[in-house]
């Protein structure tokens, strides 16, 4: 609890000490960047702290972050000296906003929390290797951090997130093991509030107000701090339809018995979700939760790829829910809020903030310098958080600047020197202000492959997106209904769509991304690609015949394409929409010369969402893999942040502008349901993850006390190494996702011989780092050879040999030769460690 009271008084301290910087920052939001405050100083934070500890400058200690705090609190300072009187006009004017805020962080956080707390395991899934990443970096002196899973090696990850995680645990004194899940709580909350507050903007943006038309005196009318909840509510509560499904099953709908007494169903059968296509277990209903236990994993992977031979192939369809409910830290999960805030920098600029010039190698580009800078800081940060984030950043500041521009010229040609001359610049700052990431990062991407035989069936598609899509879709035929229909009285805006053009950028990218796959298969063919060459043998047919099949299993699972057209078309006819540029002087029509309405933002992030849903359908980015199980994966999640705004935004909207009536009830019915089968999951699943919120061994974020309890002499010897002199230790080497294996590097941040060697092998590519590593450990354990065993001690300078419990059962250990020539510094039960002279 009192870890828990220190993070959160550091983090909203940290984001009121950065407010006056954001109040500068973003001129444009409605909320002049209050929600986003704590991830701003998060993340100007950590960066100052990350590149002086890079440059040699600072070490990697509570001094080198005080001195960044230190020019955080420095600039801020400056900022508020500069806008004092205006700040505090805001905040007083603001207090029921900033009270709002307040209580969400600390709902958001809080709830986390004891979630988290009921279920602090650290030791399946993805949870040891991050664990271990904060464990590197809190045991690290300098930067660029130790791998603690390859010694002599620096991290090869996009690995930001944890610097972030290990300084908050440094200054308040919290061991890794609970860092990780008070960090898991907190990029909830920061994406909480941050989400409130981009639909906050968009709510009181919505309208193209001169500013002799406003008559509130630009105070949001009352309804829309509650209104703006529902952003957190899609992005972070609302989940797919698998709960649903999952109901479904258990009580047996649609299944009936045949005249064996079997039972059987054609729905499920054509719905093909794996382990739902087969009769479900009696007695029916929910009760046996510990024979479906992992039910609740199933709702990741809702989609399924078959190759031609008809072999499944998994895809992950992870939403963020899920990913909370898991606890997985994973850098898609801590860019959440950053990408949020690379969104709110966008909006910012499409509504006009930042307005001036900046000259770049002699050019001049239409935004502030120090718009342009915070841009590439952003953008950089995500590239450093998750590089897939990258795509979406990048994409929707280039592509709000260039709105901004054809709404005050027009569309011509200049747009397209616009995206160049704000988009290569801002990429090349971006890259150089986090130099020093990029020259000791390799990845395992390899290029872009055709998806020929993987486009995503409809009926998957819904039950992924279904709750998302039943509100943007209302949200485009409301925008599409004449406007005599409307409520004179409402904010609607009008919007003259240019449906020509719409349909034929639509129907075009989908032309082109078919086209492009085919390319570059024929390409590769007649290059004679070993990929393409192995990938028609592994199917077991001709380039004619699968050109053949692979096109009509894409017809037979048109609906797909079908559905996501039918977003993208309306949503690119709105953003191109043909309103007529206003004469001079004609004050009546007149757009040109005052804000945007931010309705038009809201369909630039659907047509961005649109594309990262379709794109996989054709083409992937090469992996360790194999097959689009992971460009799926990033590019969904991506499109789940988008979305969930767009969707929440479009309920919003609707909700205070429907006229009471025959189809508002209709609507309000409708959404109320999609919310209810949105919300089952986390209802339901929450009680089965967390034994209904009865843990084994008490509430507890720290997972080390789990260690405790069921290994007590591996607990005492982490501690001892924890107080120890820095060095190499070597511990038993195993495969990946098994937490035995790794396990001392993992909670002591000591940098081990070698980890999980298919993780490593993916960080960097390839496992020639690894060498014979794997090997020469199993050596060094069973050799009885003393010179043998002295020689490997001094190829990977190994200071501490542990022997315990996976050591033993793993292999025949002859500790003899140890005992002979090793000084034994520590002994409990079953685990001894050894120290090298």
Do not use: C
């Not at 944890?162 to 909350?189: D, G, K, Q, R």
């Not at 698998?242 to 018995?257: D, M, Q, T």
């Not at 952003?378 to 590089?387: I, K, P, R, S």
């Not at 050879?785 to 190829?795: C, G, H, P, S, V």
């Amino acid at each position: 609890m009192i870890s828990f009271i220190l993070w959160y008084l550091l983090v909203s301290v940290l984001g009121w000490i950065t407010f006056p910087l954001v109040f500068r920052l973003f001129p444009a939001l409605a909320d002049r960047g209050l929600a986003l405050s704590r991830t701003v100083g998060l993340l100007i934070w950590g960066y100052v702290f990350w590149l002086l500890a890079s440059l040699g400058i600072s070490q990697n200690d509570a001094g080198g972050m005080l001195l960044a705090l230190a020019f955080v609190i420095g600039l801020s300072a400056w900022s508020f000296t500069a806008n004092k009187d205006e700040i505090l006009s805001f905040i007083k004017s603001n207090s029921a906003l900033v009270l709002t805020v307040e209580i969400l962080f600390l709902v958001g956080f809080g709830l986390m929390a004891f979630i988290r707390s009921a279920n602090s395991e650290l030791f399946s899934t993805e949870k040891p290797m991050e664990l271990a990443f904060i464990s590197g970096i809190m045991r690290s002196p300098t930067f660029p951090p130790r791998d603690p899973w390859l010694s002599g090696y620096a991290i090869s990850y996009y690995y930001f997130g944890y610097v972030i995680t290990a300084m908050l645990a440094e200054l308040t004194n919290v061991p890794a093991s609970m860092a990780h899940n008070l960090m898991t709580s907190l990029i909830f909350a920061l994406a909480a509030v941050g989400a409130y507050g981009i639909l906050y903007t968009l709510l009181v943006k919505v309208r193209k107000l001169r500013p002799e038309e406003d008559k509130s005196g630009g105070a949001p009318p009352s309804s829309v701090a509650g209104l703006s909840l529902l952003a957190p509510l899609f992005l972070l509560l609302v989940s797919n339809l698998g709960a649903l499904l999952e109901v479904l099953y258990r009580y047996g709908i649609f299944w009936k018995k045949d005249s064996t007494g079997q039972l059987s169903s054609s729905f499920w059968t054509w719905l093909d979700v794996k382990e739902l296509n087969l009769p479900p277990a009696m007695p029916l209903g929910w009760n046996d939760q510990a024979l479906r236990y992992l039910w609740w994993w199933r709702s990741s992977r809702l989609l399924q790829d078959y190759d031609m031979r008809q072999n499944p192939l998994e895809v992950i369809d992870e939403f963020p829910f899920f990913s909370f409910l898991l606890g997985d830290l994973h850098p898609h999960v801590l860019a959440i809020p950053f990408t949020l805030l690379a969104i709110a920098v966008a909006l910012n600029l499409f509504l006009g903030g930042w307005k001036g010039t900046i000259n770049l190698f002699g050019v001049r580009v239409n935004i502030k310098p120090e718009g342009f800078v915070f841009s590439a800081l952003v953008l950089g940060g995500l590239a450093f958080l998750n590089t897939w984030d990258i795509l979406i950043g990048a994409t929707l500041i280039v592509g709000a600047y260039v709105l901004t521009q054809a709404h005050e010229d027009g569309w011509n040609w200049r747009r397209l020197e616009d995206l160049l001359l704000l988009g290569l610049p801002l990429g090349v700052v971006a890259i150089f202000m986090y130099l020093p990431f990029y020259l000791g990062f390799s990845s395992q991407a390899g290029g872009i492959l055709p998806s020929l035989m993987y486009p995503t069936r409809g009926a998957h598609l819904w039950l992924m997106w279904g709750t998302l899509l039943i509100p943007i879709y209302s949200l485009l035929l409301y925008i599409s209904w004449p406007v005599s229909e409307l409520d004179e009285e409402s904010s609607s805006v009008n919007i003259n769509p240019n449906w020509r053009l719409g349909l034929w950028l639509g129907l075009g990218f989908a032309l082109f991304l078919f086209a492009f796959m085919w390319l570059i298969s024929v390409i590769g063919y007649y290059a004679e690609s070993d990929f393409v060459n192995r990938y028609l043998a592994d199917q077991g047919l001709d380039t004619y015949a699968l050109f053949f099949e692979t096109s009509l299993r894409r017809l037979n699972h048109i609906g797909g394409l079908i559905t996501m057209l039918a977003v993208l078309i309306p949503s690119l006819a709105f953003l191109f929409y043909t309103n007529e540029r206003p004469k001079v002087g004609d004050r009546e029509s007149s757009t040109a010369h005052h804000p945007q309405s931010s309705v038009i933002f809201v369909f630039l992030i659907l047509v961005l969402g649109s594309i990262l849903i379709i794109s996989p359908d054709f083409v992937y980015l090469r992996d360790q893999f194999g097959y689009r199980i992971n460009t799926i994966f990033k590019f969904y999640y991506q499109a789940w942040v988008l979305w969930s705004l767009a969707a929440s935004f479009g309920v919003a909207y609707l909700l205070q502008n429907m006229k009471n009536g025959f189809w508002s009830a209709v609507f309000r019915i409708g959404i109320g349901l999609t919310i209810f089968a949105g919300l089952l999951y986390p209802a339901l699943s929450l009680p089965t993850k967390t034994d209904d919120f009865n843990p084994y061994g008490g509430f507890t974020l720290d997972d080390f006390e789990r260690i405790k309890r069921e290994n007590p002499d591996d607990a005492a010897g982490i501690e001892w190494l924890r107080q120890a002199p820095d060095g190499v230790i070597v511990e038993a080497v195993g495969g990946s996702y098994n937490a035995s294996f790794a396990r001392i590097a993992t909670y002591t941040g000591l940098q081990n011989v070698l980890g999980w060697p298919g993780h490593e092998s993916q960080w960097r590519g390839g496992g020639e780092p690894q060498g014979t590593r794997q090997e020469d450990v199993a050596t060094l354990y069973t050799t009885p050879d003393w010179e043998t065993a002295r020689a490997i001690l001094e190829k990977y300078d190994i200071r501490y040999v542990y022997i315990g419990g996976t050591e033993r059962t793993s292999m025949p250990v002859i500790e003899d030769k140890f005992v002979e020539n090793l000084k034994l510094v520590f002994q409990q039960g079953i685990v001894s460690i050894y120290e090298v002279p």
